[in-house]
């Protein structure tokens, strides 16, 4: 019996032509994936500039290496045998080069590569269905930078200018399109954080949108998108280059990025507690959207308890006080399991006739209320007022306000003890422990005043009015408020080292509190 052995020719163009088609769904994707393969080389400026032929991605202080380039020309010359073109492939692959690979795979592809590299001018040129060529010469500057020039037949260039502003909103590195600086960040932000742990990440809460979106980056550059359905909305940019190939795919990237996913909801909760906890954040359209976002972790379970007893709510009979979940449900079960409720910016036909059972609440915020709480919201009753009486008490109102602002410039009104609210009492009491034998009472002013026996704090001051949402829950936060008025504590070093010690020694992760301290901030995007 006589054994016929047949060899099968591997089409290496058809293999290269696969790679491209699976992992780019597009020729719009190329120009980012060039830019990405700059930022691989060491780049730290990249200038994208486009033309009706294509794209020239240009930057310095990034060579490409020559072995590079000469397996590059292997890869793509038909003519090679198939075995060291396949070897040429896997090298590029490996070394991180496979966006050239991609850019010179089509039949059409126009790739042209300039670069200066061990004192000798290095070109390569591809055209289409041509064989590629790499030229030495003796350089005519000495110029470090080096330019890619790539284009092919039926380009979308508007997509493919789109994608890459997108696909760079998140990169360390400095890119410009067509002259202009590529926007950063996320595109509505409230606040954002940065993360190291469990992956380098930065978290941003927007204004819009009903899902959170994972920007999944390579490198710095976009990637893939992930949607998580059902969690609280909020928008993440994740670097998973570390836990990933250089070929990962972009269902490979979201397969990486599943383990993290409860971890990564989990800080974004932490991040809307920690804002929520400035009474500076709960106002306005901004507000209810963040009251919003912590109700629905709470419907979801995610620190619940926190949220129960953050204060949250707008209450119109108690000024410059929230309420939280649980008092709510308190103030509810005292009144029959009813309450009321306007919207915000609501004008008021009248007077309410119960202040102290309304709630400032969007409609969002109020059917999610009615999940977690069960309370029942309705229109106030309202205790009309004929036009006479109500322009009387508005007139009386402005002269009381103008009184009062008068006294607060010329000499702080000393609060009394019964109206002040739980956290600024507790501010108090430690000041004058920190300040004693002198005495220092809360006032209506702006700006802190100083008597024959010791101060009068303004309670409207910003950084007084960040302490009383901190210090009740860490009195080290007495520090960082006694710098900010610039008092003479007695105690002043004792302050300082309660301080540096309560943010060294934080357990595993850092909160979000201590970047306050001189870390990284979280703050407005």
Not at 106 to 121: E, F, H, K, P, T
Request: proline share 6%; charged share 25%.
């Amino acid at each position: 019996m006589v054994i016929e052995e047949r060899f099968f020719a591997i089409d290496v163009d058809s293999e290269i032509r696969s790679l491209c088609d699976s992992q780019l769904r597009g020729t719009w994707q190329m120009p980012a994936e060039l830019v990405r393969f700059a930022v691989r080389s060491g780049a730290r400026e990249i200038a994208v500039t486009s033309g009706w032929r294509g794209f020239c991605v240009s930057w310095k202080r990034g060579p490409i290496a020559r072995a590079t380039l000469e397996n590059l020309a292997i890869a793509l010359d038909g003519a090679a045998e198939a075995s060291r073109r396949q070897e040429s492939i896997a090298t590029l692959e490996s070394s991180g080069a496979e966006a050239l690979l991609w850019a010179g795979g089509s039949a059409d592809a126009r790739l042209q590569i300039d670069g200066v590299v061990d004192g000798r001018q290095l070109r390569f040129k591809r055209r289409a269905s041509r064989p590629p060529r790499l030229g030495l010469s003796v350089p005519t500057s000495s110029s470090d930078e080096v330019t890619v020039r790539w284009g092919c037949s039926k380009l979308d260039r508007r997509r493919a200018g789109l994608w890459l502003r997108m696909a760079c909103r998140f990169s360390e590195v400095d890119v410009t399109m067509d002259g202009q600086p590529v926007a950063r960040g996320f595109t509505d932000g409230l606040y954002r954080m940065r993360l190291e742990d469990p992956l380098h990440c930065v978290i941003g809460l927007t204004r819009h949108g009903e899902e959170p979106i994972l920007w999944l980056l390579r490198d710095g550059i976009v990637a893939a998108r992930a949607v998580l359905p059902g969690y609280p909305p909020f928008e993440a940019a994740v670097e998973l280059g570390p836990v990933v190939s250089g070929a990962a795919s972009s269902s490979d990237l979201r397969r990486a990025v599943t383990p993290y996913v409860s971890d990564l909801c989990e800080r974004a909760v932490d991040m809307m507690i920690e804002v929520a906890g400035r009474p500076q954040s709960i106002s306005g359209p901004e507000g209810q959207r963040l009251i919003a976002l912590l109700l629905r972790a709470a419907r979801r379970d995610l620190r619940r308890e926190a949220i129960r007893s953050l204060r949250l709510l707008p209450n119109l009979g108690e000024t410059h006080q929230l309420l939280s979940l649980t008092r709510l449900e308190a103030l509810a079960r005292w009144r029959g399991g009813r309450l009321f409720a306007v919207e915000p910016g609501e004008g008021a036909d009248g007077v309410l006739a119960d202040a102290a059972s309304t709630i400032v609440a969007s409609p969002e915020v109020r059917n999610l209320l009615v999940e977690l709480t069960g309370i029942r919201f309705q229109p106030p009753p309202r205790r009309h007022i004929g036009v006479l009486r109500r322009m009387a008490g508005g007139a009386r109102a402005i002269t009381v306000r103008a009184i009062e602002r008068g006294q607060g410039m010329l000499r702080p009104r000393i609060l009394p003890p019964d109206s002040l609210t739980a956290g600024e009492r507790r501010v108090l009491a430690l000041l004058r422990a920190a300040l004693s034998p002198r005495t220092v009472e809360l006032g209506n002013g702006k700006s802190l005043r100083r008597t024959a026996t010791g101060f009068i704090v303004p309670r409207l001051d910003s950084a007084v009015v960040a302490a009383v949402g901190r210090v009740g829950d860490d009195p080290a936060w007495l520090y960082p408020l006694v710098l900010a008025l610039r008092l003479d504590v007695p105690s002043f070093g004792s302050l300082r080292k309660d301080w540096i010690t309560r943010v060294e020694n934080q357990p595993g992760r850092t909160p979000f509190s201590s970047r306050l301290a001189g870390q990284e901030p979280v703050d407005g995007s």
